[in-house]
């Protein structure tokens, strides 16, 4: 099975309207969310994001992305990219260097997420 992110800005957030909700809940899993939290902080991005592995993962950056810089984002891709080596799942990973800033260029993103979740 396929994973699928999408990052949208909200187009509209009104602040002015009170909530509908009469009563409300504590999240479940508050404990265990805080030893999760506590164990990640520990970790770098790329111990993160090799935990994606083996499902497809399609990185993409900018070279002028003032956010994260071209050359991390490269050494971090390389190592994501070993933990997919040792899956046998290079065919499964992906990546994209535009020429833009921080933005989403999807020119090679979007057909390997069709690809990948045959769309």
Do not use: W
């Not at 002015?16 to 479940?28: G, I, K, W």
């Not at 399609?58 to 971090?76: H, L, Q, T, Y």
Request: proline residues 8%.
């Amino acid at each position: 099975s396929a994973m699928l992110f999408l990052l949208s800005p909200a187009k509209k957030l009104d602040y002015d309207t009170p909530a509908h909700v009469e009563t409300s809940t504590q999240p479940l899993f508050v404990d265990r969310a805080k030893k999760l939290i506590s164990v990640l902080k520990t970790k770098s991005a790329d111990d993160v994001a090799g935990l994606i592995a083996p499902r497809p993962l399609f990185c993409e950056s900018g070279v002028k992305d003032p956010i994260f810089p071209i050359n991390a984002f490269k050494e971090s891709f390389a190592n994501v990219s070993k933990v997919y080596e040792t899956f046998g799942a290079q065919d499964r990973i992906g990546h994209e260097i535009h020429p833009g800033a921080h933005v989403f260029s999807g020119k090679q993103g979007l057909p390997f997420l069709a690809k990948h979740l045959k769309a």
